[in-house]
Nanobody, 126 residues
Framework: VQLQAFGGGLVQAGGSLRLSCAAS????????VGWFRQAPGKEREFVAC?????????YYADSMKGRFTISGDNAKNTVYLQLDSLRPEDTAVYYC???????????????????WGQGTQVTVSS
């Protein structure tokens, strides 16, 4: 499965962006699909995911609940991440991820995911 993420950009604090990630060469069916991010000098950080795409169970990092929203379009094999009320500390490269066999206790562990998109840069100015 190849993942293509896009939608990043430069936005002022308080603004919004919507990231998209489309799958090719396979589908999201039965996979855990989500997003990580990596800020300069920091480790990759879990953002949100669908645990087992078909079940539509959503999980978020505690620090991002209420500001970020994950959604998906099964027909388009696309996952979205709506970023609202952005802060300068949200500046990072955002990666979409997928894995067919991850277990629930590992969804926030980056090395658990087999498939990674190329990342899209989000920059939030103060």
């Amino acid at each position: 499965v190849q993942l293509q993420a896009f939608g990043g950009g430069l936005v002022q604090a308080g603004g919004s962006l919507r990231l998209s990630c489309a799958a090719s060469g396979g589908t999201f069916s039965r996979q855990t699909v989500g997003w990580f991010r990596q800020a300069p000098g920091k480790e990759r950080e879990f953002v949100a995911c669908f645990f087992r795409w078909n079940n539509s169970r959503k999980y978020y990092a505690d620090s991002m609940k209420g500001r970020f929203t994950i959604s998906g379009d099964n027909a388009k094999n696309t996952v979205y991440l709506q970023l609202d009320s952005l802060r300068p500390e949200d500046t990072a490269v955002y990666y979409c991820v997928a894995d067919p066999s991850i277990i629930l206790s590992q969804i926030q562990v980056s090395r658990s995911y087999a498939y990674w998109g190329q990342g899209t840069q989000v920059t939030v100015s103060s």
